[in-house]
């Protein structure tokens, strides 16, 4: 029953019906009539003949009896005979139509196989092929079936090779994960299989051949190939970079290590210390600065942290750490050197500026000198009560706190001080560079004209440096204006979103190369380094400024910085737009 059930699950599956044997009954049914047909012209027969010849034959009902109880018995014996081979046909002819099923079922599974099945006996001649296998090397399985070494497949030229591969499959060393090997189509075409191999045995257990499996692995080789290399190009790059590269995920026991490169590994090893100890330093910073130093290895370090999936679906950290130890060294002695240009900037300019400050200095000098020598007669005279004694030592005063104002702000300019941004008022900064400004106005005969605006807020700056540009903006505009009719030089401040404007209007020559302008060593005048417009941008770009030059179309040009205010809020902390853009 359990049989018939399989057969007709085969059938159902298979969309097939083998054809039933419906007429192995025959024969028996056959060989019983005639049987039949026999016993009756026999007991035909006797009854005519014990009729007729009543007077010739001896009458003996015991030998007859007996006759015929053998004869029925032989007739049941026939009878039973012909039934067990009635169940016997029936029995084989179920048997055979299982068979049939099942040989069918599994001929359609060789059939739709994608995989090619080949089977070969002990000295490697081919006794089977399935059609994935003519399929995949295009030959038919009469060509295949029978052949020997070498197979029609082998790539001429390699048989060695492939010889190679053939002992070891007959000798049953081939390994678990398979044999790699190249074949040809028979078109010529080539592509790389991968074989796997397994003894076949007979229903004793004693082995006949060998059963292999074929597929072609040319693309995904190609595509794992590609992989691999990409791969390793990738690594090749994580490993080769200066910044230490890890990646680290939280578990219950701490921080664990998933990667690492070279870097990371030559400064702190597989340990997760420095991982741990810059990812501390970040969540304890509040100034939004990701530059921190690790004692251990004495390296200053420039951080980035990223979250992403891990290929396990985890979230863990990417952390990239550049060693910046060197990088902030140099910074250090460019702003030193940067300091010292400066101050040199601010010695030439008053050295350029030594007769006009010899001029401005000697006229209250000579006046104290005149008002003194006239206060001495007035006492040589007697007349200490005159008025005119009184008169003369204030303003001999006057002029000496003129002379020392003068001395002040030169001292003040040119001496050598470390760079110090303070909220300071950006007409306190006008007013001390015009004092020194109008010493120049003066020589070319010029004056300054300044509009500022009501009301502004006071800039985050290092005085002195704005002064500086401010004083060479204003100096360059007045030697340009040395052939202009116009009398004056003009000086714009205004409001500007969150920064402070400043504009240094001339009726000068105009810019003649505007895109060297701010070239270090390029100047326009015979006597010029060429470094003053370039220091000058340097100043107010490290105030988080700009400075650029354009041309006024009333002739001349109009040089333009602004530097960012300074604000303060609720709790009285300076905030700066320098301060923002570092957080940032």
């Given at each position: 029953m359990n049989d018939h059930n399989h057969k007709n699950l085969i059938s159902k599956s298979l969309n097939y019906a083998t054809k039933p044997r419906r007429f192995y009954w025959i024969a028996p049914v056959f060989v019983i009539l005639l049987y039949t047909v026999v016993m009756i012209a026999f007991f035909s027969l006797q009854k005519i003949q014990t009729n007729l010849l009543p007077y010739f034959v001896d009458n003996n009902e015991g030998l007859q009896r007996l006759l015929n109880l053998i004869i029925i018995a032989l007739s049941v014996l026939i009878i039973f005979s012909l039934f067990l081979m009635w169940r016997f046909n029936s029995?084989?002819?179920?048997?055979?139509?299982?068979?049939?099923?099942?040989?069918?079922?599994?001929?359609?599974?060789?059939?739709?196989?994608?995989?090619?099945?080949?089977v070969i006996d002990m000295q490697g001649r081919i006794i089977y092929v399935n059609?994935?296998?003519?399929?995949?090397i295009g030959w038919d399985e009469t060509s295949l079936v029978g052949s020997t070494q070498p197979y029609p497949y082998w790539i001429p030229g390699k048989?060695?090779?492939?010889?190679?591969?053939?002992?070891?499959?007959?000798?049953?060393?081939?390994p678990s994960s398979g044999l790699e090997l190249e074949v040809q189509r028979r078109d010529g075409t080539h592509f790389?299989?991968?074989?796997?191999?397994?003894?076949?045995?007979?229903?004793?257990?004693?082995?006949?051949?060998?059963?292999?499996?074929?597929t072609d692995i040319t693309e995904p080789k190609r595509v794992r190939e590609a992989l691999s290399a990409a791969h390793e190009r990738f690594m090749?790059?994580?490993?080769?970079?200066?910044?230490?590269?890890?990646?680290?995920?939280?578990?219950?026991?701490?921080i664990e290590i998933l990667f690492a490169n070279r870097t990371y590994r030559r400064l702190f090893g597989s340990q997760p210390y420095g991982h741990q100890e810059l990812l501390k330093q970040s969540k304890e910073n509040i100034d939004g600065v990701n530059q921190y130093?690790?004692?251990?290895?004495?390296?200053?370090?420039?951080?980035?942290h990223r979250t992403l999936s891990w290929t396990d679906g985890r979230k863990v950290r990417l952390q990239v750490a550049r060693d910046i130890t060197e990088r902030l060294k140099f910074e250090e002695e460019s702003r030193t050197q940067q300091e010292k240009i400066q101050i040199t900037s601010r010695l030439t300019t008053m050295g350029e500026m030594a007769s006009t400050l010899a001029h401005e200095l000697n006229q209250p000098l000579t006046a104290i000198v005149n008002y003194n020598t006239a206060a001495i007669g007035l006492l040589k005279a007697g007349q200490t009560d005159n008025p005119m004694l009184i008169t003369a030592l204030e303003k001999s005063a006057s002029q000496a706190e003129r002379a020392g104002k003068i001395i002040s702000r030169i001292k003040a300019f040119v001496k050598r001080s470390d760079p110090r941004r303070q909220k300071v008022s950006i007409n306190r900064i006008l007013s001390n560079t015009l004092d020194l400004a109008e010493l120049d106005a003066r020589k070319y005969g010029k004056q300054i004209d300044c509009h500022i605006e009501e009301n502004l807020p006071d800039v985050f700056a290092d005085p002195i440096l704005i002064e500086q540009v401010l004083l060479n903006l204003i100096k360059n505009g007045l030697e340009a204006m040395q052939q202009s009719e116009e009398p004056a030089i003009k000086v714009f401040v205004k409001k500007v979103d969150r920064h402070a404007e400043v504009s240094v209007v001339d009726r000068g020559h105009g810019l003649k190369?505007?895109?060297?302008?701010?070239?270090?060593?390029?100047?326009?005048?015979?006597?010029?380094?060429?470094?003053?417009?370039?220091?000058?941008?340097?100043?107010?770009?490290?105030?988080?400024?700009?400075?650029w030059a354009t041309s006024n179309p009333e002739g001349g040009t109009i040089f333009t910085f602004k530097i960012p205010f300074a604000y303060t809020d609720s709790k009285d902390k300076l905030t700066t737009v320098e301060e923002i853009n570092n957080d940032k």
């Open positions: 029995q084989r002819a179920n048997t055979e139509q299982a068979l049939e099923t099942e040989t069918i079922f599994r001929r359609a599974m060789e059939n739709s196989m994608s995989t090619g099945m080949r059609p994935a296998f003519c399929r995949l048989h060695q090779e492939h010889m190679r591969t053939m002992e070891l499959v007959l000798t049953g060393k081939t790389t299989a991968r074989m796997y191999v397994s003894p076949m045995r007979n229903p004793d257990g004693h082995q006949i051949g060998w059963m292999t499996s074929m090749t790059v994580l490993e080769s970079l200066d910044d230490a590269i890890s990646v680290a995920a939280d578990t219950p026991n701490g130093f690790i004692p251990l290895v004495n390296i200053w370090f420039e951080v980035h190369e505007p895109d060297r302008l701010f070239e270090p060593f390029f100047s326009t005048k015979t006597e010029g380094l060429g470094m003053g417009l370039n220091i000058c941008r340097t100043i107010i770009e490290s105030h988080n400024g700009q400075l």
